[in-house]
């Protein structure tokens, strides 16, 4: 069994690595951290785990992730970087579920994340962790920077047509939504149910992290500069993600479907689903799953993408695993094979 | 007191009209129908209106409709033209909160509402009931058109845009989401609550009913051809609907929050917000309010557009009051003058 | 028109105050504070007021408030006990919406409540605010405690089986349920939709500080002691509460629906349902109204009452409007009249 | 690989059956029934399944059936008895979901039920399947009665208690709450989301048919006639069953921890959690656990048990499961050791 570490369990992608991490016949968690939480017992802070995980939290120290084959963070944005180069000088893989290695351009990501990089040297090297483009580069990888959760449901909803060059790059809409456990578990008086609990309301509109990001990964595949317009949304349940994608078609009479069903004919996690079933995002709840539906309503040239994914597996926890098994060498489904809960 | 009828009163819209009549300081209801409910009392079937309704279902009778001084259809796309001919013949106004009298080309409405039409003649004396267009025609008229729930929160978004001319017909992208209150009270399993309970999905994807009315209606004001690709979306929640509107921008260093305050400066019921502002659906619910906010985010030359209603009021009965008021010569915002609900 | 002041404006109790003063015939706001938010306008904090209020946050300045009629405190536990012997004196009636007052067992409060009590002389004058019971001492008070949500609940749906004396007062049940909204707008972690959404719970069982309020006052009405036995739990709703009520009844054949009718016959904000209703709390949504339903099942000589209430209206502010109606004579249902808000 | 039927797949007990056979070690589903939907595929009714499962659903034909090793009846109630006798005689084991065979005394039974029973000499054969009481007889059993998802909840959280003599057995409540999914996919008005979502209420108070189930198996734990009160509510959300039960102690001093603690110290499927745990019904989702917390608030003589289970888990589908590996042979926890989804 590989001994995996955790850094920062006790946030939602933690609580879900954990949970995931449970059924998987190839790797355990030797040690898990949580700074404000030391010395209390794992399922006491995380009852659904009881029974399950007999880990207590741990001092985030170098030495004993150290003696880890790989060390997921799961913690806020700026803390892989300060980890990752003693790590790998050790001989650990370093798998990032925050931002730190997401976007190559070092200015633009100290822009839209308001802080200096504490290792620009490994950027470069970071390889962005959605195996749907770049499985092999992970395969070897040491360091791999787990994508977003909208930048994966809504890039693998734009890739067919991107790398197809079916679509105009510079005219792309992405209208996101999630549920609310994409925002974290920070004690913050705006995700309090009584205020996002049956209603609905855009966020971040004038600009989104994430932005840079999807448009970073969406040039290299379509080889052009892309120019996306991304609104977040947020929806009063707690997981799920779901994107409506806009593009306009540059040719006609295209086979959409085909397009989509050959892209991804290989891939195990991405379903492309017949255009008139109604896509949901608990069709994948509780899964590494992406499910895709495409079509050009009324013939008007504007082709629709819908993707959904749950924003706390494929969107985080999943996708990390996805990457641990390939860079382990295990199998790529390993530990990811149970049915969507729904209802 | 002037009173009228409501036709169909056991549906969220007829319920919505008492709701809102109670507290209507000009106008009563004289009687209500509702053909599987005949002699049930009212406040029975809807317990909310306990203490403040003394009604009782009648059947829907021709003779009893011709004794109001205006009706309104509560009821299926396809009844009010069945009985506006004689009630207009008897004097009475007729308000209808159904799609009957809402597109102007008869062959387009044929063919997305499945049916033929039972009173062309009508359909072009009917005025299209969104008084921020047609206030005046609305005072004068005889037979009123309700506009839907999602052509009013688009419409409003997109008018200043149009009517200035700023940005590109032909390229419009509106993706709407609604409570489920929206899909009316039919028993159906599809939207059960543990059918749509915790999960998000588009729907009608290929076409939705709503769309050629947004686009007749919009293309009034465009004074050329509208081309818009609409996706409805269905959120977990009861009541409200966000539209986010996504259009091409002509020219460069426009006013945005300007031209949209300006448009709307003498309006009771829109109220443009700053665009930092987050627009929640709880912001407008139980009112007849439309609030807006716009944007262009990250300078890029596309116009975002945030539209929030309530789709029970300013999408249905407080629009249908609105247009009460105007065509019966009352104050506009008589019995519409609530503070929403939230939290 | 009384001028009513609003220490603590930026909770939940607080805003639903200032939308329900808005539409209050006699009374409006003078002056609203919130030591954080000095200097905001209340709309920007409360969009829902847009258009409706054009009040600043001030500074709690004791002059400022003993220039009102009236002062709401819509404080935390601990604040209004501080303000209100200065207010007293300066001729300002006094209403608490936390607990300061509730208790007249000064140890019993001090315990429950963690803290010493700042004006104990004044406890023996604070009238309980609940017009059921003490309507006629509300009505000269200068200082009223009004009721906790829960306690509103529970004791209008016990009273008249405890001043009948049908019930063993040692033996009841009382199963709380409330929406977020009950728990304030405090900014924690236990209370992020993602935590509380699609589950439920119970909470503080150990011991709830509504608790002996509820028998306190209940003892007053049964002229014995009362032992109840009180269980909250958690509902992911925004608002109402619900109550489910059992007891042992003393005699036999008792129409008990006659009983709850005939003690509710005059109080213009309590509706006894018959039995076989769906008591739900979105019939007394956003009104004054608790709506109780009783009935003794399956002839096994317990009996069950239902109560609902919407804990942000008659569980506070309602309520505190309700009171204030009668410290200063005015009609007891001015500004309580509206419908709920079903669905 | 045994071969197992399901008659009547597209319920959520069906669907439930369906998503944790995929996982199941030993068992698959040879056939699947469904009269509605005869012909179309199992995985185009239900998305989630897509990739998993490769059936279409079938005509209920005894011929097919009876080549199974054990039939699942995820039916209505009245379906079961009506194929049981021909299926046990051909040799096949009967597991059914629904209350045919649940009752014990049929006069009892066919009040509650409205119909006559079509098997009565099969009832007395029939083992009530909750393998905490009955483990050793289910072994062995043909013929298994599903318990129901509130018996199961508030039987596991009574059981040591009475088993023990530590209650009154006369005096006892059960107040239950349940998500919406536990009322089935029926398609009817009350259970639309715009009907009972963001709202709470009892149903069935006058007397629910769970009733009499609890009351019977209760009886023989405590071998003398049980009296229980029991007011099931629903809860505004899709999955989850909580039970809070009050009895009266018989005596002081009792360690009900250890009580609990030691009943069920072998039981893989019921966990007693510490009683300052907050016990929420998410803690178990998609799991077969029961979750129970015990105390005696404020030493005041009264016991509350809390008991937490997934109604469509331990309170149908994997529940049958356990009693299917109990039948068959398998390990009783085979299929069933997933971690809770949570949040």
């Known amino acids: 069994m590989a001994k995996v570490g955790i850094v920062g369990g006790t946030g939602y992608t933690g609580a879900e690595l954990l949970r995931l991490l449970v059924g998987h016949p190839q790797a355990e968690v030797g040690l898990i951290t949580s700074r404000a939480e030391v010395g209390q017992r794992v399922a006491d802070a995380l009852p659904m785990l009881r029974g399950h ?3 207590v939290f741990e001092d985030p120290d170098t030495a004993a992730l150290a003696a880890c084959d790989l060390v997921f963070f799961a913690t806020p944005n700026g803390t892989a970087m300060r980890y990752a180069p003693a790590l790998l000088d050790a ?10 290695f997401r976007i190559k351009d070092i200015a633009t990501w100290e822009r839209w994340y308001s802080m200096q990089h504490a290792a620009p040297a490994l950027v470069d090297e970071a390889v962005y962790g959605l195996p749907e483009i770049n499985r092999d580069a992970i395969r070897g990888a040491r360091l791999v920077a787990n994508p977003g959760c909208y930048p994966t449901a809504i890039t693998l909803g734009l890739l067919p047509l991107l790398e197809t060059a079916l679509i105009d790059p510079t005219r792309i809409i992405a209208d996101g939504k999630s549920g609310v ?10 995700l309090l149910m009584a205020e996002v609990g049956e209603s609905f309301k855009a966020y971040s509109v004038a600009g989104h992290r994430h932005e840079p990001e999807i448009e970073e990964t969406l040039g290299y595949a379509a080889r052009e500069r892309v120019r996306l317009t991304f609104v977040p949304h947020l929806v009063p349940m707690v997981r799920g993600i779901e994107a409506t994608l806009y593009a306009e078609l540059r040719g006609a009479d295209v086979d959409l479907q085909q397009v989509f069903a050959r892209r991804y004919a290989e891939e195990p996690f991405v379903d ?5 079933l109604a896509l949901e995002t608990r069709s ?3 899964t590494n799953l992406c499910r895709i539906a495409v079509t050009e309503p009324q ?14 597996v494929k969107g985080a926890a999943g996708q990390a695993l996805q990457n641990m098994n390939l860079m382990l060498g295990f199998a790529e489904t390993d530990g990811l094979d149970g049915v969507a809960l729904s209802p």
Chains 1, 2, 3, 4 share one sequence.
């Open 299 to 312: 013939r008007k040239g504007v082709v629709v993408v819908q993707s959904v994914i749950d924003n706390l």
């Open 284 to 286: 994948v709840r509780g």
């Open 53 to 55: 995980v007999d880990l």
């Open 272 to 276: 492309v689903v017949p255009a008139d």
């Open 91 to 100: 001989g650990v893989r370093v798998l990032d579920l925050a931002a730190d």
């Open 181 to 190: 456990s994409g925002a974290g578990r920070r004690a913050t008086a705006a």
